[in-house]
T-cell receptor
Framework: ETGVTQTPRHLVMGMTNKKSLKCEQHLGHNAMYWYKQSAKKPLELMFV???????ENNSVPSRFSPECPNSSHLFLHLHTLQPEDSALYLCASRRLAGDPSSYNEQFFGPGTRLTVL | DAKTTQPTSMDCAEGRAANLPCNHS???????VYWYRQIHSQGPQYIIH???NNETNEMASLIITEDRKSSTLILPHATLRDTAVYYC??????????????FGKGTTLSVSS
């Protein structure tokens, strides 16, 4: 248990469905991340949030829509996905401390295994 | 950020030390070396990090060469539960959200009895 939870753990959806992935952390972290891991590929960074504001979007298609309503919760809203979007979606969080040279590790959730039919 | 090169896979006998190498010949002076691992179908887990001195914690040891162009992660007594993909990542230790970890393909370590 890392303190980062993700729901659901598994999701099967059709291409016309709308669904949302949820990530929650109660570690007092103030930065949150979405990663995508396709089969036999490295993890790809999708979105970065700092203090509930999006600071980075790595050219992710608009069918993925993130939302960060507060520092403890992060959502990934999905609509009209394609079969190639099937992957493991990982959420991570991190505490940004005052010391600019300090490193605070990223804690990852267990991921949501998404299958798009 | 400096690129890293790791072997695709390695095998280790249970109870023996696992030594996982990483080359980062273009590393710059303000970049740290981080190691994470990912057990099958789980999220990555932090192991250790260092700048130039050797580091040790309850999970592993990190040996960084004097010129900092390569490093080795050592699991002193590998167990079956250490079977995972191990990622070596080089990154500036800037305390900003945007300095997220960027993962490569890593080394798949298989520990067998």
């Amino acid at each position: 248990e890392t303190g980062v939870t993700q729901t659901p753990r598994h999701l099967v959806m059709g291409m016309t469905n709308k669904k949302s992935l949820k990530c929650e952390q109660h570690l007092g972290h103030n930065a949150m991340y979405w990663y995508k891991q396709s089969a036999k590929k490295p993890l790809e960074l999708m979105f970065v949030y700092s203090l509930e504001e999006r600071v980075e979007n790595n050219s992710v298609p608009s069918r993925f829509s993130p939302e960060c309503p507060n520092s403890s919760h992060l959502f990934l809203h999905l609509h009209t996905l394609q079969p190639e979007d099937s992957a493991l979606y990982l959420c991570a969080s991190r505490r940004l401390a005052g010391d600019p040279s300090s490193y605070n590790e990223q804690f990852f959730g267990p991921g949501t295994r998404l299958t798009v039919l | 950020d400096a690129k890293t090169t790791q072997p695709t896979s390695m095998d280790c006998a249970e109870g023996r030390a696992a030594n996982l190498p990483c080359n980062h010949s273009t590393i710059s002076g303000n970049e740290y070396v981080y190691w994470y691992r990912q057990i099958h179908s789980q999220g990555p887990q932090y192991i250790i990090h260092g700048l130039k001195n050797n580091e040790t914690n309850e999970m592993a040891s990190l040996i960084i060469t004097e010129d900092r162009k390569s490093s080795t992660l050592i699991l002193p007594h590998a167990t079956l539960r250490d079977t995972a993909v191990y990622y070596c990542i080089v990154r500036v230790a800037r305390n900003q959200a945007g300095t997220a970890l960027i993962f490569g393909k890593g080394t798949t370590l298989s520990v067998s009895s």
